[in-house]
Nanobody, 121 residues
Framework: QLQASGGGLVQAGGSLRLSCLASGFTLDFNYIGWFRQAPGKEREGVCISSSGGSTYYADSVKGRFTISRDNTKNVAYLQMMSLKPEDTAVYYC?????????????????WGQGTLVTVSS
């Protein structure tokens, strides 16, 4: 299973680092992704990381968020900086075997339970 943690309440402009710990299996998937779902909105892809080291970021977080993973520790991270109130959401990590980079939810086989990030103005 995947377990996301690190969420919390932060002021606008602040930073948080989310962690996604895998247990029962390794994180050696083709893609690891972070998604988020704000109240009343659909879940959206925030960023993804391939096993080859390539990354993709949604335009809304580009330059502010950084995804990384440490396969030796079975953990992935999402470093979030310069947070904005519109970043408020439940953040989920996911892992999958897709052969091409994608933020399609159906392409990910394993999901963490989500961690709430609240950014106050």
């Amino acid at each position: 299973q995947l377990q996301a943690s690190g969420g919390g309440l932060v002021q606008a402009g602040g930073s948080l680092r989310l962690s996604c710990l895998a247990s029962g299996f390794t994180l050696d998937f083709n893609y690891i992704g972070w998604f988020r779902q704000a109240p009343g909105k659909e879940r959206e892809g925030v960023c993804i990381s391939s096993s080859g080291g390539s990354t993709y970021y949604a335009d809304s977080v580009k330059g502010r968020f950084t995804i990384s993973r440490d396969n030796t520790k079975n953990v992935a991270y999402l470093q979030m900086m310069s947070l904005k109130p519109e970043d408020t959401a439940v953040y989920y990590c996911a892992a999958g075997w897709a052969v091409t980079a994608t933020t399609k939810i159906a392409a990910y086989d394993y999901w963490g339970q989500g961690t709430l990030v609240t950014v106050s103005s």
